[in-house]
């Protein structure tokens, strides 16, 4: 079993700073790709950051420049640090995880989601 527990959401001025981590923890083997996802009502989950093994990063356009995504290998972590941020960033984020788990099967992991509310 893999669990992955997100932290730092909440409430923030336009324009402040926010950063989320994410902790994968269980039956883990190895992990590949890490990244964050995020949706709002009647919406679909978009892709916000992702960041490779060798920690290649890859952003969506709409947050280059403001948001900065990392891991910690050793603490199975990932981390989003959002800057400069507006209303529109307003969502629940999701952490996701590609892993190979203690059984050796692939499996694509999801946090439990973490509201960001960015007020204008």
């Known amino acids: 079993q893999v669990q992955l527990v997100e932290s730092g959401g909440g409430l923030v001025q336009a324009g402040g700073s926010l950063r989320l981590s994410c902790i994968a923890s269980g039956s883990i083997f190895s992990i590949n790709a890490m990244g964050w996802y995020r949706q709002t009502p009647g919406k679909l989950r978009e892709l916000v950051a992702t960041i490779t093994n060798d920690g290649k990063p890859n952003y969506v356009d709409s947050v280059k420049g403001r948001f900065t995504i990392s891991r910690d290998h050793d603490k199975n972590t990932v981390y989003l640090q959002m800057s400069s941020l507006k209303p529109e960033d307003t969502a629940v984020y999701y952490c996701?995880?590609?892993?190979?788990?203690?059984?050796?099967?692939?499996?694509?992991?999801w946090g439990q989601g973490t509201l960001v509310t960015v007020s204008s």
């Open positions: 996701n995880v590609a892993l190979i788990t203690t059984s050796l099967n692939a499996l694509d992991a």
